[in-house]
């Protein structure tokens, strides 16, 4: 391809929309366009990315077996009522109304039209196991579209759903999916980890993230640095400390004028922080809950809203506090009434604690669990913290940000049992299809490569996906001899395979060397004249600042040789 010819142009500037690297680069580069907010134009740039990954995802998912299929964006709202997820993905999903007045959806996903397909298509045991997959566009409507392609309110997903008979087979379609997602990352030249996590509105049973570690994520990891466990700080658990046994003391009632906080609290009775109880109240579709958990610890709201099961969880306001008749920085679950309380179970794990009287200006000493209050849920609400231990082997746990790259799912029967997706067994009963779903954002995977792979002048693309693996620039187009031999070696390198960003503008050298780096490409070929008086071409990686002449007629043979 020559650049003089290339849609799309590099930018000089950061624009100011720009939040993330990631972000930044692919505007300069003349990658995408916003149409509107989390909505892109893909240029032809970033286009060849977005097919190189799509290719490596293909082969990986039919070499384990999948079988590649196209459902359609449109989904009837029905479907989704039917498995209860138009209440779980709330206002982020977008519906419209067809001229007959029937409501549809545009797909976030497409667990329940996979589920239908299997449950037309699959009747015996002996047509399972089967994994199918799509690469198709997804709709959702995020409150805060960022970051670029990180955060979009339309993207292409590759989505593989596995149908097993069992949960023992599950298994072995799970692990094959985690080993190709492996595969996948490391041919595309990324570093990756493997994270628990949440499953949020897609359910099932158990999940795995895959990270790219990047400053500008805006996933949290907490991980251990001597064993192997790694999670989402939504998923994440610790061992929490258990403080010295002593005998349970009366209650008793102390005035706090003004005293709100946990630290304030703490501080005026003379207590640390984990000799007190920390109330927070929360609104749960209409509902008010109390969540209460040890003062030296905090309200993990992913683990509580899946504890609860509800649609929606938000900080309860002062308003609604005041119309319940309670008092906010003086309560606690002890004479409380009408109020569903959810504990965290760290309140076991000590005696004697300081929590709210439920009167203005006032708090009680020496609160018992269960001699004093009730909890109608008991769980692990706790959100674990970089310096909290490690629940596995004890030592202490990091936190660092990445990017999810990959998400895979132990769906199991939710899905088959609501929709119907029978299968015969060999005993001739009927049972539920066992689920699993797959999915990779490509687009989200193109930007966090660039996050994972840049410095200060731009890009550096990874061989693999780089949307041309050599930048071809020759300088002093309106030299003949400069022209002749850059043709020559753009034809003969095209000629064995290589893909070539030629470029070919009547520009100076210092505009043409700063779009190479900007644009990343990994290997720059640079034809002067300086270079022609030896008959030489100047080789440089793009990863690397040193420099080689190469003769010319072994150009091609060194390119090939490195890309290969």
Not at 326 to 344: E, M, P
Not at 349 to 370: I, Q
Not at 475 to 488: F, T
Not at 522 to 549: C, F
Request: net charge negative; hydrophobic share 40%.
């Amino acid at each position: 391809m020559r650049l003089s010819q290339m849609f799309g142009k590099t930018l000089r500037d950061v624009p100011a929309e720009a939040e993330t690297v990631s972000h930044q680069l692919m505007l300069k580069a003349g990658m995408i366009q916003q149409v509107a907010a989390g909505v892109y134009s893909y240029l032809p740039l970033a286009w060849r990315v977005l097919r190189k990954i799509e290719t490596i995802i293909r082969e990986e998912m039919d070499a384990a077996g999948g079988q590649e299929l196209s459902m359609p964006v449109l989904q009837p709202i029905e479907m989704w009522e039917q498995s209860g997820r138009d209440q779980a993905f709330g206002k982020g999903l977008f519906t419209l109304v067809d001229r007959r007045d029937r409501m549809l959806v545009l797909g976030p996903t497409h667990e329940e039209l996979i589920t239908d397909l299997a449950r037309r298509n699959v009747q015996s045991y002996r047509a399972l196991p089967v994994m199918l997959y799509q690469i198709q566009i997804k709709f959702r409507d995020e409150p805060r579209p960022r970051g670029g392609l990180v955060r979009v309110r339309e993207f292409t997903m590759k989505d593989l759903y596995s149908f097993d008979v069992d949960e023992a087979a599950l298994d072995v379609s799970y692990r094959k999916m985690l080993q190709s997602y492996r595969n996948i990352y490391l041919r595309c030249g990324l570093d990756t980890i493997v994270v628990e996590a949440d499953s949020g509105a897609i359910g099932g049973k158990e999940s795995h993230e895959f990270m790219l570690i990047a400053e500008t994520g805006e996933d949290e990891i907490i991980y251990c640095g001597q064993c192997d466990f790694a999670a989402n700080v939504e998923r994440a658990t610790f061992k929490k400390t258990n403080r010295e046994e002593e005998p349970p003391l009366p209650l008793e009632e102390v005035a706090t004028p003004g005293v709100k906080t946990i630290e304030e609290v703490a501080d005026f009775i003379g207590v640390t922080r984990d000799r007190t109880l920390k109330a927070v109240f929360y609104s749960t579709d209409g509902e008010l809950v109390l969540a209460t958990i040890r003062g030296d610890m905090e309200v993990n709201e992913v683990k509580l809203r899946n504890i609860i099961k509800c649609a929606e969880l938000r900080m309860a306001s002062d308003d609604e506090l005041r119309e319940a008749g309670l008092i906010a920085g003086s309560a606690s679950a002890v004479g409380l009434k009408d109020i569903k309380v959810v504990a965290d179970d760290s309140i076991e794990l000590g005696r004697n604690f300081v929590v709210g009287a439920n009167k203005e200006d006032t708090h009680l000493k020496n609160a018992n669990y269960p001699r004093d209050f009730e909890v109608d849920i008991m769980a692990d609400i706790a959100q674990a913290e970089a310096g909290h231990t490690c629940a596995i082997c004890g030592n202490v746990l990091f936190s660092t940000t990445g990017i999810e790259v990959g998400h895979i799912f132990k769906l199991g029967t939710a899905f088959s049992q609501r929709q119907g997706a029978l299968y015969l067994d060999s005993d001739g009963s009927q049972k539920p299809m066992v689920m699993g779903c797959y999915g990779i954002g490509i687009g989200r995977l193109l930007a966090a490569a660039i996050e994972q792979n840049h410095d200060e002048k731009g890009i550096i693309w990874p061989v693999p996906i780089a949307p041309y693996s050599v930048y071809l620039c020759a300088l002093g187009m309106e030299d003949s001899d400069i022209v002749s031999a850059a043709e020559n070696l753009y034809k003969e390198l095209q000629d064995n395979g290589v893909e070539v960003l030629f470029d070919d503008r009547i520009e100076s050298a210092g505009v043409k060397f700063n779009d190479a780096d900007l644009l990343g490409i990994p290997v720059r070929i640079v034809v002067s004249k300086r270079t022609l008086r030896s008959k030489e071409a100047e080789m440089k990686l793009r990863k690397v600042e040193e420099a080689e002449l190469i003769a010319l007629t072994e150009v091609t043979q060194k390119v090939t040789n490195l890309l290969h």
